[in-house]
């Protein structure tokens, strides 16, 4: 058999380690050749390959990104993009293919195998574990550390200096890296998409740590909202999967906090240092068992399905299921942490 790979939508660390166990499996175990797509969608719709094999694997285990590259393609904006793909997987004899990617990727994944018959299998990626099927997607805790270890030194220069930082950290839809990373890092605020907040209460709870002769961490996710406003943008353009780009949340924040306290602010946005580098030892693991059950998938011909973390458990799951709505968090969880606010 031969089994088409690729990774779609932003990179993350641990993908590299995904290829990796699907292709030391498959070929040690199964004797099954592998076709490698470039970056995401684009790959198979262009018939734009590379080969995978043991060699190819090789020391990517450590590596962040992906050495397939990625992109935010989608096949079902092109003319004639599920004909393309469904052209080059006969015309290079691939018999089943393995989608990593988050929400955008394996719903396109979702599609072509409900839909039109194509084989898929989906491996769960995304920085924002958001993905309701599973209990977590390998980069989140990569990302947490980062951001966390980010916030860990950015407590000593606020104090140094008696200034209120905000730190903005991505999150579209969902605050898991805010709410993680906010809490491991003892800030003294976070704002999260799930919750608007009220800016005077942000302001209240800042000047309360100022009395407290401290100076105030505000963790705030990209896709917060005021209570009173609306999202803010970098700019109006939209991807092929209708996503607007974030990020200014935490600069116009941070200047409503200067205006209505009179204290000085500043701004720290970390943005894609958050998605790169070496993933973390759990990120490696679970993407390691990800992609060994991905390929017993292959081989049992279980397609339309994900691989999925269930406490200690990787289960297989319905792509359409995984897809079908986000994992958000919950306000119970958002008010047991409000303790240490302010």
């Not at 003319?79 to 990727?105: F, H, K, P, S, Y």
């Not at 009179?262 to 894609?272: D, F, I």
């Not at 990800?290 to 792509?319: E, K, N, Q, S």
């Amino acid at each position: 058999m031969r089994v088409g790979v690729l990774t779609g939508g932003g990179d993350c660390p641990g993908l590299n380690a995904v290829i990796r166990a699907v292709v030391r499996k498959g070929v040690q175990e199964y004797g099954y050749d592998f076709t490698g797509f470039r970056d995401g969608w684009r790959g198979p719709l262009d018939g734009d390959t590379v080969r995978l094999d043991i060699p190819a694997v090789r020391g990517i285990l450590p590596r962040g990104g992906t050495i397939l590259g990625s992109s935010r393609t989608n096949p079902l904006k092109v003319e004639n993009g599920i004909r393309r793909i469904e052209e080059t997987l006969a015309g290079l004899g691939v018999e089943a293919l393995i989608a990593i990617g988050g929400e955008d990727t394996l719903g396109v994944a979702a599609r072509l195998s409900d839909e039109h018959g194509v084989p898929c299998v989906g491996v769960p990626k995304t920085i924002d574990n958001d993905l309701s099927a599973t209990d977590y997607t390998f980069g989140f805790d990569t990302a947490v550390g980062i951001a966390t270890e980010a916030i860990d030194r950015l407590h000593t220069t606020a104090e140094s200096h008696m200034r209120v930082l905000v730190v903005e950290v991505m999150g579209r839809h969902a605050g898991w890296i805010a709410l993680h990373s906010g809490l491991a890092g003892g800030a003294n605020v976070i704002l999260i998409p799930e919750q608007r907040f009220d800016v005077e209460q942000v302001c209240t709870w800042v000047t309360s740590r100022f009395r407290a002769s401290y100076a105030p961490i505000v963790v705030v996710a990209e896709g917060a909202m005021p209570r009173d406003g609306d999202m803010v943008l970098k700019d109006q353009t939209l991807d092929s999967f209708g996503h607007v780009r974030l990020s200014g949340v935490g600069e116009w924040l941070a200047k409503e906090i200067e205006k209505r306290t009179g204290k000085e602010a500043r701004t720290t946005v970390l943005g894609h240092v958050q998605r790169g580098g070496t993933p973390s030892a759990f990120d490696r693991w679970l993407a390691t068992r990800f992609g060994l059950h991905a390929i017993d998938c292959v081989r049992d011909r279980d397609f339309g399905r994900m691989v999925a973390l269930r406490g200690t458990d990787i289960v297989r799951v319905p792509l359409a299921d995984a897809t079908a709505r986000l994992k958000t968090v919950d306000p119970a969880l958002y008010q047991e942490v409000g303790v240490f606010f302010g």
